[in-house]
Structures are given as structure tokens and as C-alpha cells.
């Protein structure tokens, strides 16, 4: 079953243009980028999705020339599906790992504009760099991220709840059954998390142990990537300066307590690249004083979330050994207290 996400609005939005650009989509691994794309390929007559991590054979098309109207026709002869303007929805997920791909796309915009070209990809930020050219101004970005709180509720069948709660003011508040109901996805939501895969095993069994383990391997899984983020970077140091930013997410950023004797530069690196590949969110002090908010900012002082709420309280565990009377706080507290006490965490 597919659960809708907010950037369905937008993919949906992109196609029926008359005019489009291919789009980049970017995000952490395992948000649900290549879902997202194969729930609009529903929208067009054909769909060709092309992995060129699992079917390297497509990468040869792309390293004798960029030239797209050779690559598109030799593509779909190897897929054996039609590849028509206006017709089908071209989908090259894991471009990350063909440079020679990412360069094209410029040349879909000037060559097949009425091609609809979706390309995805995990650790994308780390390969942009490498690449002399990126077609500025003919590729356009968007950006993904773990489900919402609301679609968290549609994914659990709670949209009239999520439509009270929007059409309620300080002059009709919510009922306080619906406040209450409300109240306790949210407890459910902060434990469970917005990944795809923690969420949808909680829609089918309601167990926050099989979420749980869901949420190791994920975990797990972003650790194995940590040795293709830079060569020269520890991957122990990416590990435990993860782990830190979970610790800290309450607070400035200190990176002297970050485990090991790691120098501050070091720790700065592994902080740089984590953010890079979207794991963690930095947030910045502003003194607001005025619009925009930038102008006073300080960057000096910044915290440092997880992109996951679920992620995070697990490497809590990982790091902090139990942390029951955390999560037990999260399920029992009264709504008003829910934030306070987790600041201390």
C-alpha cells in the first residue's frame, strides 16, 4: 500500500507542466524518493525506471557522449519499453553512482524537453562536488525528507482528524477528545519516527519493538555508507560524532564531547559530512531582530538534530544504554510537559 507524502503534490504538480525541467531529487537514504517516483509513473502510460547501482549495464550508455537523443532510444531498447515525450515517465534512481549520468540531465532540458526525466539518488552532495558542470538553471532540486506528523496521521487513516485539527482556532479549539486522540499519535509518532519503513511497520503491527528493530537497521545502514562519504575520514569518528548530535540535540553543539581524542577540526569535518548526506539537521541562533532572520545569525552557536525523531531516541539507547524512563516520559507525560523533560535527555 502506498501512503501519501506532501511531495506527491509537487512531482504531480511538475508533470502536467507544459514546460519542465528534469527533476533531482535529493534526501537521505531510505526517506522514500524512488516510492515517491514510482507512485506518479502511475500518472503516465509508460514508466522506465533505470538502477544504475543494481543494472551498472546502463552506465556504458552514458560514457561514450552525453548526447540524449542517442541514450534514450538505446535505453529503451534494453529496458523494452517505450520511451515517448508527454508518454512515459523516465526514472534513473541511484544516479549518484554514474557522474557521467548526472551531467546529462542538463542536456535532457536542451535537447528532449518533453521528456519527463526524474533522476534520485543517496549521498548526492558528495559527488555534486566532484562534477566541473551541473546544468545551473536546466536541472531543478527537490528535496525529501522523512513523513510529517500529518502524513504520518493519513498514513494511520486519521485525515478527518488531521482536517479538525487544522479547522480548529484559539475561538473553537478542539474538543478534548480530539485533543487527546491527537495527543497520543503524537506520543506514538515521536517513538516511531517518519521513516517510511518504522512507519509502515507500525501501521501493521502496532509493536514499538518490531518498529524498533526497523530503526537499528537503518541505523546500521547509514554506518555502512560512512566509508564512501570521504577516504580520509575515520569511520568511527562519523559514528560516534552521530551519536554525540543525538545526545546533544537539546543544546549547542559542543564538539569536545564527542567521544575519543579527536581534534576539533577532525569533528568539524565528520560534522560537515554528516549534513551533507542529511543525516543531521544543523539549526542555527538567530538573534531576530529583524527580517530575514539570517542577518543575525550565529553560526557560532548551532544545534545538531537527527533527521529522525525515531533515529534519534534509538541512538540514545545505542549511546546511553536504557533509556526507558525517556520513552516511558514520552508515552505518559501530560501534553504540556511533553517538551520540557526532553531537554535534559
Excluded at 538553471?137 to 479538525?164: C, K, Q, V, W
Excluded at 486522540?181 to 512507519?199: A, Q, W
Excluded at 533515529?311 to 510537559?337: Q, S
Aim: glycine share 6%; charged share 25%; aromatic share 8%.
Amino acid at each position: 500500500m502506498y501512503y501519501e507524502r506532501i511531495i506527491d503534490q509537487y512531482l504531480s504538480e511538475w508533470a502536467t507542466r507544459a514546460t519542465h525541467k528534469p527533476v533531482l531529487l535529493r534526501g537521505a537514504r531510505q526517506v522514500g524518493k524512488s516510492t515517491a517516483v514510482r507512485h506518479l509513473g502511475e500518472q503516465f502510460k509508460y514508466f522506465v525506471e533505470i538502477n544504475l547501482e543494481k543494472q551498472s549495464d546502463y552506465k556504458i550508455l552514458f560514457q561514450q557522449n552525453l548526447d540524449v537523443k542517442r541514450i534514450v532510444p538505446q535505453m529503451a531498447a534494453m529496458h523494452g519499453t517505450p520511451i515517448i515525450p508527454g508518454q512515459t515517465l523516465l526514472f534513473i534512481d541511484e544516479i549518484q553512482d554514474c557522474q557521467e549520468a548526472i551531467m546529462s540531465l542538463r542536456y535532457f532540458k536542451e535537447d528532449l524537453p518533453e521528456l519527463h526525466v526524474v533522476a534520485a539518488g543517496s549521498l548526492l552532495e558528495f559527488v555534486l562536488d566532484d562534477i566541473p558542470t551541473f546544468g545551473v538553471g536546466r536541472i531543478h532540486s527537490m528535496y525529501m525528507y522523512p513523513m510529517t506528523f500529518d502524513e504520518f496521521l493519513l498514513a494511520n487513516d486519521e485525515r478527518l482528524l488531521m482536517e479538525a485539527r487544522n479547522q480548529a482556532s484559539p475561538a473553537s479549539p478542539l474538543p478534548t477528545p480530539l485533543h487527546d486522540k491527537l495527543t497520543s499519535l503524537l506520543r506514538t509518532f515521536m517513538l516511531v519516527g517518519g521513516m517510511p519503513e518504522s512507519v509502515v511497520k507500525w501501521v501493521e503491527t502496532h509493536d514499538y519493538l518490531q518498529c524498533q528493530e526497523v530503526q537499528d537497521d537503518l541505523i546500521t545502514g547509514y554506518e555502512a555508507d560512512f566509508p564512501k562519504y570521504k577516504k580520509k575520514i575515520d569511520p568511527q569518528l562519523l559514528r560516534m560524532t552521530m551519536r554525540s548530535a543525538a545526545q546533544q540535540a537539546t543544546k549547542k553543539f559542543m564538539y569536545s564531547q564527542v567521544p575519543g581524542e579527536y581534534k576539533t577540526a577532525e569533528v568539524k569535518k565528520a560534522l560537515d559530512l554528516l549534513i551533507k548526506a542529511n543525516i543531521i539537521i544543523p539549526v542555527t541562533h538567530t538573534n531576530s531582530n529583524g527580517l530575514p532572520l539570517g542577518d543575525g545569525k550565529d553560526d557560532g552557536i548551532r544545534k545538531m538534530l537527527v533527521l529522525d525523531t525515531g533515529l534519534m531516541l534509538r541512538l540514545l539507547n545505542m549511546t546511553m544504554g536504557d533509556i526507558t524512563e525517556l520513552t516511558t516520559h514520552i508515552l505518559t507525560a501530560t501534553a504540556a510537559d511533553l517538551t520540557p523533560p526532553l531537554s535534559h535527555a
